[in-house]
């Protein structure tokens, strides 16, 4: 069906990740940990990984990325962020199943700044994307490139040593794309920020809404783990339960 608007996940996975996570890094660096946290004692973290999926009844993809600060990951200054997603989504009619494979990927060198308990994190930089269309007959091209510039932003403040509030946005030109998250959590004994969040996005392909539950900041061993559902509704009135995993590591 040539030219309709299907939901894709680079958005929504930006609005979690760059801050959209990507809002997730942010997310799942608590503003309570120190200025300079060491690992083993001795060696600055300056490298953070991450992965995730996330699905919906529509769609599904994957993510990845890393962070590198040059002095450490705690401190103000210079940030690089590097991000790519892949993922499945499709449309559905009566007679015909549409599919669409969206690769997403950005490289966003930024600055991190942190005042008392409040920290937030600014990025800009090159965007790709590459989309591939099924059936190929119903379109006139079979796939399409993109290449835009992206900025995003991350806050992450705790008001309370138990509360905290994150939020992020990312703005891309490819098709005049946005994204947006809000999380509130309460820190619940050691199982980290446990609470509300909300999220929206916009493509070239569709809106979409979201409302749901997270936990972020669960720890175990060397690894951090975020996970989150809830009801997701579209531009096309389809709606249903998202969910979303993801796991960080700092070196």
Known sequence: MPGFRNRSWGCVIAAVLFACKPGAASAQTPASSGPDDLVGGATPERFLFYSGFDLWNFGYAGYA??????????????VLSAFVSDGIERFDTPTTRYRTAIFRASILPGWRFKRGNLEVKMFAGPDFEYDVFSPMQA?????????????????????????????????????????????????????????????????????????????????????????????????????????????????
Request: proline share 3%.
């Open 139 to 251: 379109y006139r091209l079979p796939h399409r490139s993109s290449v835009g510039a992206r900025v995003a932003v991350e806050l992450w403040w705790e008001p309370t040593a138990v509360t905290m509030l994150s939020a992020s946005a990312s703005v891309t030109t490819i098709a005049s794309g946005y994204s947006a998250r809000v999380a509130g959590g309460w820190h619940v004994l050691d199982a980290g920020w446990v609470g509300p969040e909300i999220a929206m996005s916009a493509d070239r392909f569709s809106e979409q809404y979201r409302v749901g539950a997270h936990l972020t900041g669960l720890q175990t061993g060397a690894f951090e783990w975020s996970l989150a559902a809830g009801y997701v509704q579209d531009s096309f009135r389809r709606n249903g339960m998202y969910g979303r995993i993801s796991v960080l590591t700092r070196r």
């Open 65 to 78: 990325g890393a962070r590198w600060a040059p002095n450490s990951l705690n401190s103000d200054g210079f």
